[in-house]
């Protein structure tokens, strides 16, 4: 078997056992994920201090960028369940570093919620990469209602 076809079989299956609540969490954490998006854009003060402390400031000013781009089209891509898949494989970097290099540095305490905020993101991100985006999304409408089928 290939990858194709053991993805197809997980899109399947995980169709079958896909509860509705489920899509009604992909889309709070599509929103949650484009708010902030905006946030980092709004923040251009944070911005600026994390790019002056850069030694790669060229580096650092692309990365937000990327960030607050990615956050934005990727959470509205998720919220509607329209290339979800897609969508997480380039929010998972940013999670990523988030959880490693930037919300450890305070410690693995309680009082850092943005941490656990971050690794709750991830494991959500994790789960819909696997079991995709549900009935209610628009990757669901389009393979049912494929072109010429109405």
Request: net charge positive; aromatic share 16%; charged share 15%.
């Given at each position: 078997?290939?990858?194709?076809q053991?993805m197809?079989?997980?899109?399947?299956?995980?169709?079958?056992r896909?509860?509705?609540?489920i899509?009604?969490i992909?889309v709070?954490?599509?929103?949650f994920?484009?708010?902030k998006g905006?946030?980092?854009i709004?923040h251009?003060?944070?911005i600026?201090?994390i790019?002056?402390?850069s030694?790669?400031r060229?580096l650092?000013?692309?990365l937000?960028?990327?960030?607050?781009?990615?956050h934005?089209?990727g959470?509205?891509l998720?919220?509607?369940g329209?290339?979800?898949r897609?969508?997480i494989l380039?929010?998972?970097?940013?999670l990523?570093g988030?959880?490693i290099?930037?919300?450890?540095?305070?410690g693995?305490?309680v009082?850092?919620s943005e941490?656990?905020?971050?690794?709750?993101?991830?494991v959500?991100l994790i789960?819909?990469?696997?079991?995709?985006?549900?009935?209610f999304?628009?990757?669901?409408?389009m393979r049912v209602?494929?072109?010429?089928?109405?």
């Amino acid at each position: 078997m290939n990858l194709i076809q053991n993805m197809n079989r997980v899109d399947r299956w995980s169709e079958m056992r896909h509860p509705i609540w489920i899509d009604f969490i992909r889309v709070g954490l599509g929103l949650f994920i484009l708010a902030k998006g905006i946030m980092f854009i709004q923040h251009t003060e944070t911005i600026r201090n994390i790019m002056e402390h850069s030694q790669f400031r060229w580096l650092a000013f692309g990365l937000a960028h990327y960030v607050a781009m990615v956050h934005i089209s990727g959470g509205v891509l998720i919220a509607l369940g329209l290339i979800t898949r897609i969508a997480i494989l380039f929010q998972l970097p940013i999670l990523l570093g988030a959880v490693i290099f930037v919300n450890s540095k305070q410690g693995f305490y309680v009082e850092n919620s943005e941490l656990w905020v971050s690794v709750l993101v991830l494991v959500l991100l994790i789960f819909f990469l696997f079991f995709g985006s549900g009935r209610f999304s628009f990757d669901y409408y389009m393979r049912v209602h494929k072109e010429g089928t109405y």
